[in-house]
């Protein structure tokens, strides 16, 4: 079993910056797949980015490409979403999500373990 709680999240004016903080409890983190997801209202929950075991692969969803950053370190069974450049359509509430089978990470269906959210507002 894996716990995960995200920390971070905010109000930010767009062209801003916010870093979102996914803690995992467990002693084998660095044996999950770790993604992003972001679910705005009345819209499907969609991935974000995912980031590798090593943390050496990344993967993001086209519309946050050169502005967010996924990263992890293993020591302290943590992810981070770096995000940079906001805007009023990345508003919604941002999930961390942990995986230990299968071959795709863009799925919300691929993963095991879920956070339970953490507000993103960005202001225009």
């Known amino acids: 079993q894996v716990q995960l709680v995200e920390s971070g999240g905010g109000s930010v004016q767009a062209g801003g910056s916010l870093r979102l903080s996914c803690a995992a409890s467990g002693r084998t983190f660095n044996a999950y797949i770790m993604g992003w997801f972001r679910q705005a209202p009345g819209k499907e929950r969609e991935f974000v980015a995912a980031?590798?075991?090593?943390?050496?692969?990344?993967n993001y969803t086209d519309s946050v490409k050169g502005r967010f950053t996924i990263s992890r370190d293993n020591a302290k069974n943590t992810v981070y979403l770096q995000m940079n450049s906001l805007k009023a359509e990345d508003t919604a509430v941002y999930y961390c999500a942990a995986k230990r089978l299968g071959h795709s990470m863009t799925r919300v269906l691929d993963y095991d373990y879920w956070g339970q959210g953490t507000q993103v507002t960005v202001s225009s």
């Open positions: 980031i590798t075991r090593s943390g050496a692969n990344t």
